[in-house]
């Protein structure tokens, strides 16, 4: 099972995007369920992340919206963003 720490950044992010929308909140609760079982199950879409985010991956959130993570190590990750594609991307 992956651990999840929040950043700052993305805290600020959730809160802005999610805080108050129960269906927004709900669809995290359930992603990131499967995130910590497996954070390449297909139904997330992750993928590798490039230029100036290559250190960094994403799943899908929802059709609109991508969480952007880094691998701490095998069993830890670190959420940095989520919003919309281009909120996160550039």
Same mark, same amino acid.
């Given at each position: =099972?992956?651990?999840?720490?929040?950043?700052?950044?993305?805290?600020?992010? #959730?809160?802005?995007?999610?805080?108050?929308?129960?269906?927004?909140?709900?669809?995290?609760?359930?992603?990131?369920?499967?995130?910590?079982?497996?954070? #390449?199950?297909?139904?997330?879409?992750?993928?590798?992340?490039?230029?100036?985010?290559?250190?960094?991956?994403?799943?899908?959130?929802?059709?609109?919206?991508?969480?952007?993570? =880094?691998?701490?190590?095998?069993?830890?990750?670190?959420?940095?963003?989520?919003?919309?594609?281009?909120?996160? #991307? #550039?």
């Amino acid at each position: =099972m992956i651990h999840v720490s929040k950043s700052a950044k993305f805290l600020r992010s #959730y809160k802005r995007l999610i805080k108050g929308r129960a269906d927004l909140q709900k669809e995290f609760s359930e992603k990131i369920v499967i995130f910590m079982a497996n954070p #390449y199950d297909p139904s997330l879409g992750t993928h590798k992340l490039k230029g100036k985010l290559r250190h960094s991956w994403g799943f899908s959130l929802t059709h609109g919206l991508r969480v952007v993570f =880094m691998f701490v190590d095998d069993h830890t990750v670190i959420l940095e963003d989520i919003g919309t594609h281009d909120d996160v #991307y #550039y």
